[in-house]
């Protein structure tokens, strides 16, 4: 949690997750994983409270 993850060999998308939850954001897009995918790389969440807050989400339907 929190660990700096330069160098280190990572699953492709590492890299990208914060650029791609930034782009959520200023587009106004709901992308929950993707927002939970970069707390987790950032150190500001675990996994067990992202799976927490994903769960906790209202279901919707995706057509929306």
């Known amino acids: 949690r929190g660990e700096n993850l330069e160098g280190r060999p990572l699953a492709e998308g590492v890299a990208t997750a914060g650029i791609a939850a930034r782009l959520a ?7 929950p994983i993707i927002g939970a995918v970069d707390a987790i790389l950032g150190g ?3 996994i067990g409270e992202a799976v927490a807050a994903l769960m906790a989400r209202p279901l919707k339907s995706e057509m929306e």
């Open 44 to 46: 500001g969440m675990t």
């Open 25 to 31: 954001r200023d587009k106004g897009v709901d992308a």
